[in-house]
């Protein structure tokens, strides 16, 4: 089943379970709910309990981190790169350099489209020649911001999905890697991995790829934790080292930023640092429903809270 057709299955579910009427407006984008005299839309993956500002703010990474560090709130730096062909009153030459002394003080540097999603038009840099080309070609695909951040070596992001105040759920991504068996190189056993099956990593780019690992050594072979690209989703126990403090930063960003239904990303640096990464206003579960064997009963719960919150 496409990724789509689950969460509209789901969706489908609670309403007809909730006696509530559907209404599919502009080829089924929109979602019209309605029920006692009140009328709610679900538009793509956004719930009709945020504010448009909320939204705003965390469909944009640099405008995220602005208000998350405004407030006292533990996240990623980022600095501004403005396309001067779409912002005119911006000198691009500037604010390229203001990225640039990030990539000298840490050596890699992610350069991203500001409402970059699912990992797309997000890149890893390692000098400065990389680092132009990527803006480049970003602006030429007509983005108008970029945000540039120190990479960061992350062992695990965790994903809280908070509503109304609350934390509904919380799981940790693992990046994608390969475990070696003594015969085959690294880039054959991505290929097993991965490319076979219609998964493609964002690679290292310092991967040796015809090195052959040994027997049960295990090698992280990307740098993202998106699951659409391959990470793995760990369940977490609420005795799990760092968790409440994890959980208390996203509800303090949710709280920063005003939203009510939101997805937080919290990185667990190697270094034992706790930073949020960014937030999405569209709660998409589809790929976890895939990966954890009681996933769809999972996302109902939590997609069903946010349609009773609507009423």
């Not at 960061?152 to 809280?160: A, G, N, Q």
């Amino acid at each position: 089943m496409k990724e789509e057709k689950i969460f509209y299955k789901i969706i489908d579910d609670i309403c007809r379970e909730k006696e509530i009427k559907q209404t599919l407006l502009s080829y089924g984008w929109i979602r019209e709910l309605s029920k006692n005299n009140k009328i709610r839309h679900i538009i793509g993956y956004q719930f009709d309990i945020n504010s448009a500002s909320s939204y705003k703010i965390v469909s944009d990474k640099f405008a995220t981190y602005e208000v998350l560090h405004t407030n006292g709130i533990p996240t990623i730096p980022h600095k501004m790169i403005f396309n001067s062909k779409t912002r005119s009153l911006y000198y691009n030459d500037e604010f390229i350099e203001e990225a640039l002394k990030i990539l000298r003080a840490n050596k890699k540097i992610v350069v991203k489209a500001n409402d970059s999603y699912k990992g797309k038009d997000v890149y890893l840099c390692s000098n400065e020649n990389q680092v132009r080309n990527i803006v480049k070609k970003l602006f030429e695909e007509n983005n108008d911001t970029l945000s540039a951040c120190p990479y960061i070596d992350i062992d695990f992001e965790y994903r809280v999905i908070c509503l109304n105040g609350k934390v509904s759920y919380v799981y940790k991504k693992k990046k994608p890697y390969i475990t070696g068996d003594g015969v085959h190189t690294i880039k054959e056993l991505i290929y097993d991995k991965f490319i076979k099956n219609n998964i493609k990593p964002s690679l290292f780019l310092e991967l040796e790829l015809e090195k052959i690992p040994k027997k049960s050594e295990e090698i992280t072979i990307s740098w993202k934790h998106n699951l659409s690209s391959g990470a793995e989703v760990i369940l977490v126990s609420d005795n799990e080292e760092n968790i409440e403090k994890i959980k208390n930063i996203a509800l303090l960003s949710a709280k920063a930023v005003n939203i009510n239904f939101a997805s937080v990303d919290v990185s667990l640096t190697s270094d034992k640092k706790i930073q949020v990464m960014e937030i999405n206003g569209n709660v998409c579960m589809n790929k976890f429903i895939d990966l954890v064997p009681n996933g769809y009963e999972i996302a109902k719960r939590i997609y069903k809270e946010a349609i009773e919150l609507m009423f």
